[in-house]
């Protein structure tokens, strides 16, 4: 019994030594060394008991330290981590006991000494990381370019020195003065209701000096723990040169809105990296809204944009983020009434210090004009080149038929016309032949009509005329026609294929909604001469051609009435196909150039007397 009562002193006697040791406060490899070296005597066998400590890769351990196989250990655990051991030796054997040759109390003093080094250790490094913390905070507000003001329920608790610096109060000053001392009369009202809120954001003040001169301010507060204390620590900016370069850039665009607005150009300020959007200029007007109409965002921008042109330009803003190149680009708007706009759109990149595009700076200046030109000196060039092929054709084809359809594919292709059609009339006015080219599931219905002897409307009304028509819309002038179904919302022109009173056929084209003008009316005329002056040319030498036929008949004919007429004998061949040839030379003359037409009989007449005269005499 009464060893038992003494092995429970030394227990005693080991906690208390352990807490001396750590009221101390030492440093905590002093603390870990002089706590193992209590641990022998707490032991029931000191004489040959030895201990150490494992603690962060470091060792502690008393003198006669020996490792042997009777040993007793507890972990020490730090913010629920091991991070080291308590460990007792015995040099020799024992008797066995409770655990080994160690006792049950043992194993709860070794078990409650690990545990309090842990604790220990939790508490140390807390107390060194809020030393640390305090210790940079002070040094980064010492360090900073900007007032800081500690205050504890609105009265200023501590400032660091800039403050003293900025304001002409020294801490002694500052310490128990009210916050709102350092703001002047037109703000307080502003500042006190952001303490009392606990705003947290950043806002603008006027700050007042010891000598009282005021200043622009940025104020920026938090609540914080700091000494053991739950305290408001505000930081104030003088933002003097902020103010006046502000003012100074708000003057400067002022003056370039102004000018914008008094140029033709408009300019804009696109951020890379939101997508905020700034006119200047007035894209109102230039699109035919009213100021305030169109917002100033991306999508807004985007929805006046031409359908056919927005992947491109989508594609631009896309190039606006990730690039740092300049890009130009030409697209169309559609104005309030519909009617479309060119705009050349140039812009340059604002860089930051990675090279990167901030935002980006452009112009838009409007080029309808010159677009326009552009497609009318396109379009005159087509209507030239139409008119040089329409040309070589007549030159160079013989065959009316073939003429006629290569006359309409010519308008087709080279003019971009929905459709071409001609139709050729004989001397009476009645359907002769038909040709066309782009008219698809129109032309059945439309060859029927015109070999049932009717006529299209605008036919009709060319006839009646004699004169160009012009159709704007075929749907609403050519109800019954069967092209005006399929051409709905096209124009288009007919004309007659004449020469003086001869009528030789008509000639129709449809063009798209946007091809009327005076060069289409100019080419359709130049068009219609040189088709006219071919078609009578053909239509004079098949008459031609008809009457030598005729009178070919009528020669042979007179030649086996005639008496002393002889079948052609071999003899007489030879200058028979001689005087034929020449014969049938002046017949061509006559077919192309229109001349000797009196003469033909007289020369066909001697022609026939010849060759009978020829075979009676015998040679």
Same mark, same amino acid.
């Given at each position: 019994?009464?060893?038992?009562?003494?092995?429970?002193? #030394?227990?005693?006697?080991?906690?208390?030594?352990?807490?001396?040791?750590?009221?101390?406060?030492?440093?905590?490899?002093?603390?870990?060394? #002089?706590?193992?070296?209590?641990?022998?005597?707490?032991?029931?066998?000191?004489?040959?008991?030895?201990?150490? &400590?494992?603690?962060?890769?470091?060792?502690?351990?008393?003198?006669?330290?020996?490792?042997?196989?009777?040993?007793?250990?507890?972990?020490?655990?730090?913010? /629920?981590?091991?991070?080291?051991? +308590?460990?007792?030796?015995?040099?020799?054997?024992?008797? %066995?006991?409770?655990?080994?040759?160690?006792?049950?109390?043992?194993?709860?003093?070794?078990d409650a000494v690990a545990e309090r080094m842990g604790r220990v250790s939790e508490r140390?490094?807390?107390?060194?990381?809020?030393?640390?913390?305090? !210790?940079?905070? #002070?040094?980064?507000?010492?360090?900073?370019?900007?007032?800081?003001?500690?205050?504890?329920?609105?009265?200023?608790?501590?400032?660091?020195?800039?403050?003293?610096?900025?304001?002409?109060?020294?801490?002694?000053?500052?310490?128990?003065?009210?916050?709102?001392?350092?703001?002047?009369?037109?703000?307080?009202?502003?500042?006190? /209701?952001?303490?009392?809120?606990?705003?947290?954001?950043?806002y603008e003040a006027i700050a007042l000096k010891k000598d009282g001169s005021t200043f622009?301010?940025?104020?920026?507060?938090?609540?914080?723990?700091? /000494?053991?204390?739950?305290?408001? +620590?505000?930081?104030?900016?003088?933002?003097?040169?902020?103010?006046?370069?502000?003012?100074?850039?708000?003057?400067?665009?002022?003056?370039?809105?102004?000018?914008?607005?008094?140029?033709?150009?408009?300019? !804009?300020?696109?951020?890379? #990296?939101?997508?905020?959007?700034?006119?200047?200029?007035?894209?109102?007007?230039?699109?035919?809204?009213?100021?305030?109409?169109?917002?100033?965002?991306?999508?807004?921008?985007?929805?006046?944009?031409?359908?056919?042109?927005?992947?491109?330009?989508?594609?631009?803003?896309?190039?606006?983020?990730?690039?740092?190149?300049?890009?130009?680009?030409?697209?169309?708007?559609?104005?309030?009434?519909?009617?479309?706009?060119?705009?050349?759109d140039s812009s340059l990149p604002l860089l930051d210090s990675d090279n990167t595009p901030?935002?980006?700076?452009?112009?838009?200046? @409007?080029?309808?004009?010159?677009?326009?030109?552009?497609?009318?000196?396109?379009?005159?060039?087509? +209507?030239?080149?139409?008119?040089?092929?329409?040309?070589?054709?007549?030159?160079?084809?013989?065959?009316?038929?073939?003429?006629?359809?290569?006359?309409?594919?010519?308008?087709?292709?080279?003019?971009?016309?929905?459709?071409?059609?001609?139709?050729?009339?004989?001397?009476?006015? %009645?359907?002769?032949?038909?040709?066309?080219?782009?008219?698809?599931?129109?032309?059945?219905?439309?060859?029927?009509?015109?070999?049932?002897?009717?006529?299209?409307?605008?036919?009709?009304?060319?006839?009646?005329?004699?004169?160009?028509?012009?159709?704007?819309?075929?749907?609403?002038?050519?109800?019954?026609?069967?092209?005006?179904?399929?051409?709905?919302?096209?124009?288009?022109?007919?004309?007659?294929?004449?020469?003086?009173?001869?009528?030789?056929?008509?000639?129709?084209?449809?063009?798209?909604? @946007?091809?009327?003008?005076?060069?289409?009316?100019?080419?359709?005329?130049?068009?219609?001469?040189?088709?006219?002056?071919?078609?009578?040319?053909?239509?004079?030498?098949?008459?031609?051609?008809?009457?030598?036929?005729?009178?070919?008949?009528?020669?042979?004919?007179?030649?086996?009435?005639?008496?002393?007429? /002889?079948?052609?004998?071999?003899?007489?061949?030879?200058?028979?196909?001689?005087?034929?040839?020449?014969?049938?030379?002046? =017949?061509?003359?006559?077919?192309? !150039?229109?001349?000797?037409? =009196?003469?033909?009989?007289?020369?066909?007449?001697?022609?026939?007397?010849? &060759?009978?005269?020829?075979?009676?005499?015998?040679?």
């Amino acid at each position: 019994m009464e060893a038992d009562l003494q092995e429970r002193i #030394k227990e005693l006697n080991c906690f208390y030594g352990i807490s001396t040791i750590i009221e101390k406060d030492l440093p905590m490899e002093d603390t870990l060394q #002089k706590v193992v070296n209590l641990f022998p005597d707490a032991w029931q066998y000191p004489d040959i008991t030895c201990a150490r &400590i494992l603690f962060d890769d470091n060792i502690y351990q008393t003198d006669n330290f020996q490792e042997t196989s009777w040993k007793q250990s507890s972990s020490i655990i730090v913010n /629920k981590a091991q991070v080291g051991a +308590v460990e007792v030796f015995y040099f020799e054997e024992r008797p %066995e006991m409770d655990e080994g040759p160690f006792l049950k109390e043992e194993r709860s003093l070794i078990d409650a000494v690990a545990e309090r080094m842990g604790r220990v250790s939790e508490r140390k490094q807390a107390g060194e990381t809020l030393h640390d913390r305090e !210790y940079l905070f #002070k040094s980064f507000t010492e360090a900073s370019f900007e007032s800081i003001f500690f205050s504890e329920n609105g009265i200023c608790i501590e400032q660091n020195p800039v403050a003293e610096i900025t304001f002409g109060y020294t801490s002694e000053e500052a310490i128990g003065r009210l916050a709102i001392d350092w703001i002047a009369p037109e703000s307080k009202e502003l500042v006190t /209701k952001k303490m009392m809120e606990g705003v947290i954001e950043p806002y603008e003040a006027i700050a007042l000096k010891k000598d009282g001169s005021t200043f622009p301010c940025q104020l920026h507060a938090k609540e914080m723990q700091y /000494k053991g204390k739950r305290i408001r +620590v505000t930081s104030l900016r003088d933002i003097t040169d902020f103010k006046i370069l502000e003012s100074n850039l708000r003057i400067k665009e002022e003056r370039f809105r102004l000018i914008a607005q008094s140029s033709n150009d408009i300019f !804009y300020e696109l951020d890379a #990296k939101t997508g905020e959007l700034r006119w200047f200029g007035n894209i109102d007007i230039a699109l035919g809204y009213q100021n305030g109409e169109i917002e100033h965002t991306l999508d807004a921008w985007i929805k006046v944009i031409h359908p056919e042109d927005r992947s491109s330009h989508n594609d631009t803003v896309e190039l606006h983020i990730n690039s740092n190149e300049a890009t130009n680009y030409v697209y169309r708007v559609i104005c309030k009434d519909g009617s479309l706009r060119y705009w050349n759109d140039s812009s340059l990149p604002l860089l930051d210090s990675d090279n990167t595009p901030m935002k980006w700076l452009g112009g838009i200046s @409007d080029i309808t004009e010159r677009k326009q030109a552009e497609e009318k000196i396109q379009h005159l060039n087509l +209507v030239l080149r139409t008119i040089r092929n329409v040309n070589q054709l007549i030159v160079t084809e013989k065959n009316r038929d073939v003429l006629i359809q290569k006359i309409c594919d010519i308008l087709t292709e080279n003019r971009g016309y929905a459709n071409a059609w001609i139709v050729l009339l004989d001397e009476h006015g %009645e359907y002769l032949n038909f040709a066309g080219a782009r008219l698809d599931k129109s032309l059945i219905p439309i060859m029927t009509m015109l070999e049932e002897g009717t006529l299209t409307i605008c036919g009709n009304r060319v006839l009646k005329t004699k004169e160009m028509v012009i159709i704007e819309d075929t749907a609403k002038e050519c109800v019954d026609c069967p092209l005006s179904s399929n051409y709905a919302g096209q124009g288009g022109y007919s004309a007659c294929i004449r020469h003086g009173d001869n009528i030789y056929g008509l000639l129709t084209v449809c063009f798209l909604g @946007d091809q009327f003008g005076t060069y289409h009316c100019l080419f359709y005329l130049l068009a219609m001469g040189d088709v006219t002056n071919k078609s009578r040319e053909l239509d004079t030498r098949i008459r031609r051609k008809a009457y030598c036929a005729d009178l070919n008949i009528n020669y042979l004919t007179i030649l086996a009435s005639m008496p002393g007429f /002889k079948p052609i004998t071999s003899r007489t061949y030879y200058l028979l196909y001689t005087l034929c040839s020449i014969f049938r030379c002046l =017949q061509d003359f006559y077919v192309r !150039y229109g001349h000797i037409k =009196q003469l033909l009989p007289t020369i066909s007449y001697h022609f026939t007397v010849g &060759i009978i005269d020829f075979q009676e005499s015998g040679l």
